[in-house]
């Protein structure tokens, strides 16, 4: 892999984050998937979203190969694309 190269069959995954005023009843999100050969992974989370939430949801967005990893906090926002970009190191 060279720098600023995009990774193909990188292991993407997306897991929910208890929020720290949790009460315990958190939403079950837990998805993975393979980059694409444009280094591109796409998750469908339309489905965690009810209308009239004041936020959808935090998660964990985390990338790796090769021994190389990535991730991020996220607080997805309704109604919007969320976007993350990972750079693997």
């Known amino acids: ?3 600023g190269e995009a ?3 990188a292991s993407a995954t997306v897991k929910g984050v208890s929020p720290e005023n949790s009460d315990g009843n ?3 999100i837990d998805y993975e998937q393979a980059t694409n050969s444009n280094g591109i992974a796409f998750f469908n989370l339309e489905d965690i979203y009810k209308p009239g939430q004041s936020g959808v949801a935090i998660v964990e967005v985390k990338a790796q190969k090769s021994g190389l990893i990535a991730e ?3 607080d997805l926002v309704q109604e919007i694309e969320n976007r993350v970009d990972l750079v693997l190191q």
């Open 72 to 74: 991020e906090i996220v």
């Open 1 to 3: 892999m060279n720098s």
């Open 7 to 9: 990774v193909m069959g």
């Open 26 to 28: 958190t939403l079950l």
